[in-house]
Nanobody, 127 residues
């Protein structure tokens, strides 16, 4: 079992930055891919990006590419989502998830490929 806890959400002005954290307990991320997803009110959960823990390979949705960066800290068993140049449309509850999807765009973006989920953290972007 892997328990995931997100933190770092909050209110930020458009153009600002936030860094979200996803800390794991119970088991390390060592054999997992960690994905970030977001869900705005009335919308489906949307893929943001993912990182393969062992190699550091990352992949991003087009909507955030060039603005968001995923990184990891081995010592803290934590994955980060650095969000820059935030837009009002980035506002959502952000979730991290751990799983073992094959490294393809379709499977990385599928919520069904992830076994463990955090509780989510709210990001609000004011215009």
């Amino acid at each position: 079992q892997v328990q995931l806890v997100e933190s770092g959400g909050g209110l930020v002005q458009a153009g600002g930055s936030l860094r979200l954290s996803c800390a794991a307990s119970g088991r390390t991320f060592s054999r997992y891919t960690v994905g970030w997803f977001r869900q705005a009110p009335g919308k489906e959960r949307e893929f943001v990006g993912a990182i393969r823990w062992s190699e550091g390979s990352s992949y991003y949705a087009d909507s955030v590419k060039g603005r968001f960066t995923i990184s990891r800290d081995f010592a803290k068993n934590t994955v980060y989502l650095q969000m820059n140049s935030l837009k009002p449309e980035d506002a959502a509850v952000y979730y991290c998830a751990a799983g073992r999807p094959s490294w393809t765009a379709t499977l990385l973006a599928s919520i069904h490929e992830y076994d463990y989920w955090g509780q989510g953290t709210q990001v609000t972007v004011s215009s």
